[in-house]
């Protein structure tokens, strides 16, 4: 069965920073591109960064040079490293396969990121 479970959120201060996980289980993780998205409230879910299972990476214009995504295969693990996070950082942070596809199945609860002014 898959599942996608993320965990690191919290309440930060602008300049803050925060270290995302997320455990996924089932067949989702394993050779696939793996992603970080986010939704604020009021908006539609977009994709922060992604890296492939050999390890590259790519980021939204929103999150170069402050977030670094990285991932480890053996524990079926992503992470996302935000730093010198901003007010317009605060959202809902998921991870999920890149392209989504099937994977809109499989959305985990998600990990609230809040960041004050």
């Known amino acids: 069965q898959v599942q996608l479970v993320e965990s690191g959120g919290g309440l930060v201060q602008a300049g803050g920073s925060l270290r995302l996980s997320c455990t996924a289980s089932?067949?989702?993780?394993?050779?696939?591109?793996m992603g970080w998205y986010r939704q604020a409230p009021g908006k539609q879910r977009e994709r922060v960064a992604f890296?492939?299972?050999?390890?590259?990476?790519n980021y939204a214009p929103s999150g170069k040079g402050r977030f670094a995504i990285s991932r480890d295969n053996a524990k079926n693990t992503v992470y996302l490293q935000m730093n010198s996070l901003k007010p317009e950082d605060t959202a809902v942070y998921y991870c999920?396969?890149?392209?989504?596809?099937?994977?809109?199945?499989?959305w985990g609860q998600g990990t609230q990121v809040t960041v004050s002014s």
């Open positions: 089932g067949s989702i993780f394993s050779g696939n591109v």
């Open positions: 999920n396969k890149v392209p989504v596809g099937l994977g809109d199945k499989y």
């Open positions: 890296i492939t299972s050999g390890g590259n990476t």
